[in-house]
Nanobody
Framework: QVQLVESGGGLVQPGGSLRLSCAAS????????MDWYRQAPGKQRELVAT???????NYADSVKGRFTISRDNVKKETYLQINSLKPEDTAVYYC????????WGQGTQVTVSS
C-alpha cells in the first residue's frame, strides 16, 4: 500500500521560505514521477510542480522562479523548496504520485501572513 506523508508546512511571513518534504513508502520510488499540488481556501486543487523519475521538472507559471521540486531516491523523498513566499501561496500543499494508483498525501498547511 502506497503511503505519502508530507511535512514542513507552517506560518511564515511574506518573503520567507519553506521546504516541504514528502516521504513515500510502498512503491519503487526511483521509477515514479512525483507531483506537488496545492489547494487554497475556496479554490480548486492546482498542480504546482512535477518531477520525473529522471529528474526533469516542470512548474506552474505562477510559481516559476520561486519553487523548486527535487527528489532523493535513496531516502524515497521528494521536496518542494518555496522561496519569496506571497500571501497568495497560502494553501494546503499535497504530495501526489504521478502514476497509478495516483495516491495523495494528507497535506501540509502553508500560511503566509505578516
Amino acid at each position: 500500500q502506497v503511503q505519502l506523508v508530507e511535512s514542513g508546512g507552517g506560518l511564515v511571513q511574506p518573503g520567507g521560505s519553506l521546504r516541504l518534504s514528502c516521504a513515500a513508502s510502498g512503491i519503487i520510488f526511483s521509477i515514479v514521477p512525483m507531483d506537488w499540488y496545492r489547494q487554497a481556501p475556496g479554490k480548486q486543487r492546482e498542480l504546482v510542480a512535477t518531477i520525473t523519475r529522471g529528474g526533469s521538472t516542470n512548474y506552474a507559471d505562477s510559481v516559476k522562479g520561486r519553487f523548486t521540486i527535487s527528489r532523493d531516491n535513496v531516502k524515497k523523498e521528494t521536496y518542494l523548496q518555496i522561496n519569496s513566499l506571497k500571501p497568495e501561496d497560502t494553501a494546503v500543499y499535497y504530495c501526489h504520485l504521478g502514476v497509478s494508483p495516483f495516491s495523495w498525501g494528507q497535506g501540509t498547511q502553508v500560511t503566509v501572513s505578516s
